[in-house]
């Protein structure tokens, strides 16, 4: 008889009495040394006695047949098996919740400085609590009526939610957390001084976190596994089906890797609180080498004038130079050049010290970027550099990293594109409801720009957007775990509209950055040269999924097998946002934009029809962005139809046609960038949107090759309009820069809506005839070139003047002290090699101070 209750019981009684001497000696630690017990102690208890509720449970369930087959249970254990599972069912999310309530109760005491770390603990523990709370009551209501989830044999007409698809659909939620949880209190961590010793220990009790994630990803191995296996063994085709038995037996080790996740968890949360009893029991394991055990050592011997009773905070402060105060790491702290944090009550209490050492502080912490810090002291953090000073080699680096989160969204959408073909396959899903989720991808533009985006990139900066980008777009990628369980058309479409979000709120920062690093004349090179990189991503993607990710994904079973890319995709962008914070990541404030606007005053204030036209040019630039972005997914969404129409005949799949038409598009954004040095960016939208038009028009008169060759001239003359259009419609908009990028990327979600249009039209009159939808599309949009070409005020505003960027600041030469420099008007006469003059590097007409200096204080010797 096969029997999994041995091992189930064993591994499940020692984590938790594990479990149970952690939580022990933490309370020994908190009440007898630190003699004080406060909010997360108290969560702390409660948790384990929801762990002792939990874990007894699966106890008692493995005394009544959990781990036999189902033939070998006997009926009379039926009921109390059911009643066991029901109770460890219920009592799984209220025992996590608890944990991780815990956790970060106790991260909230670290700092009471550090206004961003609050704000995401708080968001956190909202997120926890309220996901928790759903997923409980879920678990209690997963049959209807209640009653039938304890009865044996289940009533007539009851339905219920199998147990395995319930664990299975929560499983992100739990990942996310576990995440956050994780990589929380690294700004903290990085910003403290402490001896070696101590931050090793540092570093190692905080990573303890890793491991619960570790065994939750495992957890989720086996009960993916055990509902596979039992779809197998019942030969079913759904997984979250619940009729069929052998629960007892497929789901008895996804259990017990429930109670070790829950009783690691606990473990975890408990190693911070067991540093003063270590301290007191073995203060040699605390002590550095040189004896000291306080963080205070590690700074220089205290000036004499300075009295002792002076917080060592304070000391810390006059003892550095007066450099290290530049910059701020963390805007909440940025008018601060130190800030207390309470994590020497548990990492730097000295062994010898008095029992009463919660209202002490010995750890230093500064928000400041000392230049003397080492990478072993976990991170240099530098003061961040003006992107509007950099010049185009100071540039290089900043853009390289930031055209990674370029290469991931189109990475992302390829991806995200094969797998929408996958799911209408399985799911057998109509053209609408496959259009549907194309428009709820798109519809994360509409939405996360103006709520999120905005809010994040004016007050955090242009990392905080990115980072706030790359923690969405995980979360949809997770979220997609549910949906291919579920096989749930809702649940699919919600991840593809939270990917739209996060990549929306990376779009709202990444298309201004690149376009703002570095001097303006380049914007457009910048931007195409970077798209051009997310076009290759959306090249490669596909081929990866349709060749090796998807290339057997045929059923239900083969759909939940993909979650495990997605899961590699949200650990890839989590770990992408961690490195983004310690990444020194130029910034631009609204004042310098504004400063930066100003040099050409005149130009970007000039009237046309009564309105500044930089105004004018920002509105017309949206209104084209959003009928380009349109026609752009018309086009990417019809071309496989077209093709096959217009030319049934070729050798060529859909999807290597698609994928050639996809490279040319690449390649076009990188011919673009180069056509920029030779002709001025307007000439070159110009000239992108009158070949879109005609050969749109050629792509509804002909027919065979010579209609597929259109068509992949569409592409190629496409390629290059975004960025385009981007970076002019940007220019000029000073302090309202940001709110400029958040329209034009909320515009973006103009390729949401015509795709239904075009196919309303191909059914009334063929493919061919729908791309008349196209030709109109590309008409509207190119109003904004021909208004940028026509009217004369909005030439000379949006042509880029050479070496358009602030100046470092240096000190004038004693031949030039008596020279005023006079801005001249716009020099530029075609692309970035015709460009000899700037309105800085040539001498201009000047004025002589001497004369003014004279009359100056004639006046004041009159008054």
């Avoid at 910048?526 to 290339?551: D, H, Y």
């Avoid at 093709?643 to 060529?652: C, G, I, K, N």
């Amino acid at each position: 008889m096969d029997d999994q209750r041995p091992t189930v019981l064993t591994v499940s009684i020692a984590l938790f009495v594990i479990a149970s001497v952690f939580v022990a000696l933490r309370f020994v630690s908190r009440i007898f040394i630190v003699q004080k017990v406060v909010l997360h102690d108290y969560l702390m208890l409660l948790a384990w006695i929801l762990d002792f509720g939990f874990t007894f449970s699966l106890f008692y369930a493995t005394r009544k047949g959990l781990g036999l087959h189902d033939v070998d249970v006997r009926p009379d254990q039926r009921p109390g098996l059911n009643r066991a599972d029901y109770a460890f069912t219920v009592l799984y999310n209220p025992a996590l919740m608890a944990v991780k309530s815990s956790i970060l109760v106790f991260y909230l005491t670290l700092t009471q400085g550090e206004k961003v770390f609050r704000w995401a603990n708080y968001v956190t523990l909202f997120v926890v609590n309220a996901a928790g709370l759903a997923l409980t009551f879920v678990n209690v209501f997963q049959c209807r009526p209640v009653s039938a989830a304890i009865a044996y044999p289940i009533p007539a007409g009851a339905k219920c939610i199998d147990i395995l698809t319930l664990y299975l659909s929560s499983s992100p939620v739990n990942i996310v957390t576990d995440l956050a949880i994780l990589f929380l209190p690294n700004p903290i961590l990085t910003q403290m001084r402490l001896p070696r010793k101590q931050k090793i220990i540092l570093v190692v009790t905080f990573s303890f976190g890793f491991f619960v994630a570790v065994v939750d990803v495992i957890r989720i191995v086996y009960i993916q596994d055990a509902a596979t296996s039992r779809q197998i063994a019942l030969k079913q085709i759904h997984l979250q089906d619940p009729n069929g038995d052998d629960l007892s037996w497929y789901g008895a080790l996804s259990f017990m890797w429930s109670v070790v996740e829950v009783n690691v968890s606990v473990i975890c949360a408990c190693v911070p609180s067991l540093k003063p009893l270590v301290a007191r029991i073995i203060p040699k394991l605390i002590r550095d080498t040189d004896g000291s055990s306080q963080a205070t050592n590690v700074l220089p011997p205290p000036i004499p004038e300075i009295p002792p009773e002076i917080p060592t905070v304070a000391r810390d402060t006059r003892e550095r130079s007066p450099h290290d105060n530049k910059g701020s790491h963390s805007e909440s702290s940025a008018s601060q050049p130190c800030a207390r944090v309470d994590l020497a009550e548990f990492l730097s209490m000295a062994p010898e010290a008095p029992p009463d050492v919660e209202n002490r502080t010995n750890t230093v912490t500064s928000t400041s970027y000392p230049p003397s810090i080492t990478f072993f002291d976990f991170v240099n953090m530098k003061k961040p550099a003006n992107m509007l000073k950099l010049s185009n080699k100071e540039s290089v680096t900043p853009i390289a990293l930031t055209t990674i989160l370029f290469f991931l969204w189109g990475f992302a959408y390829g991806l995200l594109d094969i797998l929408n073909e996958q799911f209408q396959e399985i799911l057998r899903l109509d053209i609408y409801r496959s259009f549907g989720l194309h428009a709820v991808y798109f519809g994360g533009y509409l939405v996360a720009p103006s709520l999120v985006g905005r809010v994040v990139l004016k007050r955090g900066g242009f990392k905080v957007t990115f980072i706030t980008g790359l923690c969405i777009y995980a979360c949809g990628a997770l979220v997609f775990w549910p949906s291919a369980v579920l096989t749930s058309y809702a649940a699919f479409a919600l991840s593809n509209f939270i990917v739209g979000c996060g990549l929306a709120v990376l779009e709202t920062a990444a298309n201004p950055f690149i376009a703002l690093c570095g001097p303006l004349e380049n914007s457009e090179i910048r931007l195409n040269i970077s798209q051009g990189v997310q076009a290759i991503g959306s090249v490669v993607s596909p081929l990866l999924a349709k060749k090796v990710l998807f290339r057997s994904v045929t059923d239900v079973s083969a759909l939940v097998e993909v979650q495990w890319t997605y899961l590699g995709i949200a650990l890839f962008d989590v770990l992408l946002a961690l490195a983004f914070y310690y990444l020194p990541i130029p910034e631009a404030s609204d004042e310098d934009l504004e400063e930066l606007a100003n040099r050409r005053r005149a130009d970007n204030r000039a009237l046309v029809m009564g309105i500044p036209v930089v105004w004018v040019t920002l509105a017309l630039g949206v209104w084209s962005q959003f009928f380009y972005v349109a026609g752009q997914e018309v086009l990417s969404m019809s071309f496989a139809s077209y093709v096959e129409a217009v030319h049934p005949a070729s050798s060529l799949s859909s999807f290597e046609r698609l994928t050639i038409a996809h490279t040319v598009f690449a390649i076009g954004r990188f011919l673009a960038a180069f056509l920029q040095w030779f002709l001025k960016p307007r000439w070159i939208l110009m000239l992108s949107y009158i070949g879109m038009i005609v050969f749109s028009v050629l792509c509804m008169k002909t027919t065979g090759r010579p209609a597929e060759a259109m068509a992949q001239m569409v592409y190629l003359f496409e390629s290059g309009a975004f960025s385009i259009i981007f970076a002019i419609a940007l220019r000029g908009t000073g302090r309202h820069t940001k709110t400029a990028t958040v329209l034009l990327t909320v515009a973006i979600s103009g390729g949401a809506f015509f795709p239904f249009a075009q196919y309303a039209a191909q059914l009334a009159g063929g493919v061919r005839f729908s791309y008349c939808v196209l030709v109109a599309l590309f008409s509207a949009g190119a109003i904004f070139p021909i208004y940028l070409n026509v009217v004369p005020a909005a030439k000379k505003q949006v042509d880029p003047v050479p070496n358009e960027h602030l100046r470092h600041h240096r000190r004038l030469s004693r031949m030039r002290q008596n020279v005023v420099a006079r801005e001249k008007e716009n020099p530029s006469v075609g692309g970035v090699l015709s460009r000899r003059r700037s309105v800085v590097a040539e001498p201009l007409p000047t004025v002589q101070l001497e004369t003014s200096k004279r009359a100056l204080s004639i006046s004041i010797s009159s008054m």
